[in-house]
Nanobody
Framework: VQLQASGGGLVQAGGFLRLSCAASGGTFSRYTMGWFRQAPGKEREFVVG????????DYADSVKGRFTISRDNAQKTVYLQMDSLRPEDTAVYYC????????????????????WGQGTLVTVSS
């Protein structure tokens, strides 16, 4: 599976961005999809995940209520709508795919993800 993330950019605090992650190869509907981010000098952290069936989502506390994840299995794409952005959201955002069976819950551990996109930079100015 190849993942291509896009949609990053520079935005003022309080603004919004929509990230996309398009997949090619593989069976997209068999993958739980996650977004992670890595700020300068910090470790990569889990942001949000969506189960392969789209019915369950898991948000990090830091983005809950501001970010919304969705997926379109027909288009093999996962989206991340980011509203009310803050300077602390500045990071490189990565999408990732975790091949799971239906009963496996969303993982927050980056090591569980099998495939990664190249990252897209989000910069939020104060």
């Amino acid at each position: 599976v190849q993942l291509q993330a896009s949609g990053g950019g520079l935005v003022q605090a309080g603004g919004f961005l929509r990230l996309s992650c398009a997949a090619s190869g593989g069976t997209f509907s068999r993958y739980t999809m996650g977004w992670f981010r890595q700020a300068p000098g910090k470790e990569r952290e889990f942001v949000v995940g969506i189960h392969r069936n789209g019915g369950h989502k898991d948000y990090a506390d830091s983005v809950k209520g501001r970010f919304t994840i969705s997926r379109d299995n027909a288009q093999k794409t996962v989206y991340l709508q980011m509203d009310s952005l803050r300077p602390e959201d500045t990071a490189v955002y990565y999408c990732a795919a975790d091949h799971v069976i239906l009963s496996v819950p969303i993982s927050r551990n980056s090591q569980d993800y099998d495939y990664w996109g190249q990252g897209t930079l989000v910069t939020v100015s104060s």
